[in-house]
């Protein structure tokens, strides 16, 4: 049913157009001018910051603008995202960082500017720290992503976007920050350079997955043993939560939720 709902398919849609959006821009920006040197990471770091604030305001509301592969996955880990769209979702931020990445390409008037869009390991560092690194920026921007989205389900008025963006712009002068595996993958393809790719999908990944755990199963307010147990054994979630936020025992919460569910079947019925 959800593959034939025009919402999914639009949320498919902005994650693509976000991922091109983003990726085009960081790249756009570590490219340096006519007659200009290499502008170092701190262009680049800025520009993220600032795309990614534009993008939750543009598709925030349609999905979420998660435009990283990387955050896709820690929603899915921690049961806020089906498996079904996000497979949609890695899809088509893969496919819009390839996107984003040729049409920048095609558009430059000197293709060995190209060599600027890779993710690099410094020369000063080996693969492993670069790992340490990646994992290290991916955590503190995801478990951002986390805390801002807990304080959106409180009301608050905390300017959640500019956090997210500001969290983009950590550690490029190290590793180059990718914290984002399509933003490494579509330059990747077009440029052929592959030397030490798994770094840039790897440590995102692990980073993500150990703020997106950590938050909602230890640091979130509904954070209880029970919800993780209900995770790994695949329960309801929510249930869980409700118990947790209302201070109610898990049972009392059950059996309310049952009664619900079987209020509304006689309703439809």
Known sequence: MELRSRQFWSAALAELLGTLVLVSTVLG???????????GPLY?????????????HCFGEISGAQVNPAVTLSLLATRKLDALRALVYLVAQCLGACLGTSALYLALPLKATAEHF?????????AAQALCIEVLCTFQMVF??????E????????????????????????SGASMNPARSLGPAII??????????WIGPIIGALLAGVSHEFFFARSAS????????????????????????????VTQNAMRAKHANKQESN
């Not at 951002?144 to 989205?149: C, G, K, L, R, Y």
């Not at 963006?165 to 190290?174: D, I, Q």
């Not at 440029?191 to 840039?200: I, L, Q, R």
């Open 29 to 39: 920006a570590s490219v340096p001018g006519p007659g200009e040197g290499p502008g």
């Open 44 to 56: 680049p770091a800025v520009a993220v910051g600032v795309v990614i604030v534009a993008l939750a």
């Open 118 to 126: 890779v993710n690099r390991v410094p020369a000063d560092l080996n």
């Open 144 to 149: 951002t992503v986390f805390s801002v989205e």
């Open 151 to 174: 304080q959106r389900r409180k009301e608050s008025v905390e300017p959640g976007n500019l956090a997210i963006g500001f969290s983009h712009t950590a550690g490029a002068r190290f």
């Open 191 to 200: 440029t052929g350079f592959w030397e030490n790719h798994w770094v840039y």
């Open 225 to 252: 043993r029970q919800k993780l147990v209900a995770c790994l054994t695949c329960k309801d979630i929510e249930i869980v939560e409700t118990a947790s936020m209302t201070g109610s025992s898990l049972s009392t």
